[in-house]
T-cell receptor, first 116, second 112 residues
């Protein structure tokens, strides 16, 4: 149980284009989903927290107009990197929390984004 | 603000021995503390959660301790195997919406 999928697993795009990453909880309803960014050998950096049906809460320094998050249902959240630039190249990982006083997070396998 | 310290140097352990990883925090005591495993190029996998009123938690070959006086958690893997080689992350709760604060992780290498 508690499986989270993420798609695509890797993507290469040209500078200036937009990329959408999907995160799905497959066997549970996710009250809250999180989007992280991770650089090599560094800790997970929380970008934003999203709750189904409401606007995402972005962490300080994260541009909400550049990283669009939509949490359309209790099983799906999407992150769109708009007008991507090479500095946006990174490993993006989503996680989902069932909530209901369950505090662990279940992670997707991650998406490697390379912007050329 | 809360800071988490995990040993940034890789830990090399001989197969069969017990591996012990450390997680120290600097500020308030969390209500719970979690350990995750992360393999290269993959998302973290939840291993164990320990609450502030628990001293120790076990799961198969894994054991976690939580000392709120020392502000420290220890993560033990007994009878370690090469397949246990990975980066292990420590995470603490915050006041907000199930968010976690993450340590940078310690890379564990189990040598055959």
């Amino acid at each position: 149980g508690a499986v989270v999928s993420q798609h695509p697993s890797w993507v290469i795009c040209k500078s200036g284009t937009s990329v959408k990453i999907e995160c799905r909880s497959l066997d549970f309803q996710a009250t809250t989903m999180f989007w992280y960014r991770q650089f090599p050998k560094q800790s997970l950096m929380l970008m934003a927290t999203s709750n189904e049906g409401s606007k995402a809460t972005y962490e300080q320094g994260v541009e909400k107009d550049k990283f669009l998050i939509n949490h359309a249902s209790l099983t799906l959240s999407t992150l769109t990197v708009t007008s991507a630039h090479p500095e946006d190249s990174s490993f993006y990982i989503c996680s989902a929390s069932p909530g209901q006083a369950t505090y662990e997070q279940y992670f997707g396998p991650g998406t490697r984004l390379t912007v050329t | 603000s809360q800071k988490i310290e995990q040993n940034s140097e890789a830990l090399n352990i001989q197969e069969g021995k017990t591996a012990t990883l450390t997680c120290n925090y600097t500020n308030y005591s969390p209500a719970y503390l979690q350990w995750y495993r992360q393999d290269p190029g993959r998302g973290p996998v939840f291993l164990l959660l320990i609450r502030e009123n628990e001293k120790e938690k076990r799961k198969e070959r894994l054991k976690v301790t939580f000392d709120t006086t020392l502000k420290q958690s220890l993560f033990h893997i007994t009878a370690s195997q090469p397949a246990d080689s990975a980066t292990y992350l420590c995470a603490l709760d915050t006041d907000s919406n199930y968010q976690l604060i993450w340590g940078a992780g310690t890379k564990l290498i189990i040598k055959p």
